[in-house]
């Protein structure tokens, strides 16, 4: 059950199975958050009654910007994204990294550098809305390919969010969380809080419901890349994870 208390946050499924975010950081008003494509998440708002102010980009890849320039020209907005990847950010307003913030309304997001998915990939996290919007750095039970970053990149990356508070939502950008834990039990077969997430999450896709968001807290109780112990352990399982 949504807490009454937070902002809303409303999931826009697009594509094969990404999800882009609305933040309504106030009344009427919302950011936008890695919009593969434009068309849906522009009829998302109106049906909602928000206007898009802004847009976050957490890396360059096609299916985070696709939307960009389209929703840029439809609603003025300003596009904020990594400043290690500036060039790649169509439409780019501003560019951040990491310790600087992002003020939206009330709530002020940090913006975190957890270069490992793509080299210059951030994050934004809003305490007050007790929100991470980590694009594909962090899954329900997975992190991202290493695509131009190190098991060391990752470690470090993964490391800065584990010190966020266990109770911070996850939205991250994809509905991976089947395939994710399949892999996960096969590294910790005996961790019961996983083998129960696995039961609850395999009911929910049957059922077709979406598994994200998700804390922090289940993830440090059954992620097995957050629970490495350092970055070769960690690297050991994102190879295993390529080819499972």
């Known amino acids: 059950m949504a ?23 106030a009344p009427a008003r919302c950011a936008v958050i890695d919009p593969a494509v434009a068309d849906p998440v ?17 890396h360059w890849h096609p299916d985070h910007v696709g939307g960009n320039a389209a929703i840029k020209a439809a609603t003025g907005c300003t596009i904020v994204g990594p400043a290690r990847e500036a060039a790649k950010i169509p439409g780019l307003d501003r560019a ?19 270069g490992a998915h793509t080299a210059g990939h951030i994050a934004y996290h809003f305490p007050s809305a007790r929100a991470l919007f980590c694009g594909d750095t962090l899954f329900a039970m997975g992190c991202g390919r290493l695509f131009e970053g190190t098991p060391e990149d990752m470690f470090a990356a993964l490391a800065k969010l584990k010190a966020l508070p266990p109770d911070t939502r996850v939205f991250c950008a994809h509905e991976y969380t089947l395939a994710n834990a399949r892999f996960a039990i096969t590294v910790e077969p005996d961790n019961a809080a996983l083998m129960a997430r696995f039961a609850a999450v395999q009911a929910a896709r049957a059922r077709n419901e979406p598994t994200v968001p ?14 490495a112990r350092d970055a070769a352990e960690l690297g050991e399982r994102r190879r295993a994870k390529d080819v499972f």
């Open 3 to 25: 807490d009454p208390a937070l902002p809303d946050v409303i999931r826009v499924p697009v594509l094969a199975d990404n999800y882009v975010w609305l933040f309504a950081y």
């Open 214 to 227: 998700f804390t922090l807290a289940d993830e440090l109780a059954t992620n097995p890349f957050v629970r």
């Open 96 to 114: 951040v990294d990491h310790g600087d913030t992002v003020r939206l309304g009330d709530h002020e997001g940090q913006v975190l550098f957890v």
């Open 42 to 58: 522009l009829a998302a708002a109106a049906e909602a009654g928000l206007a898009i102010t802004h847009i976050l980009n957490t």
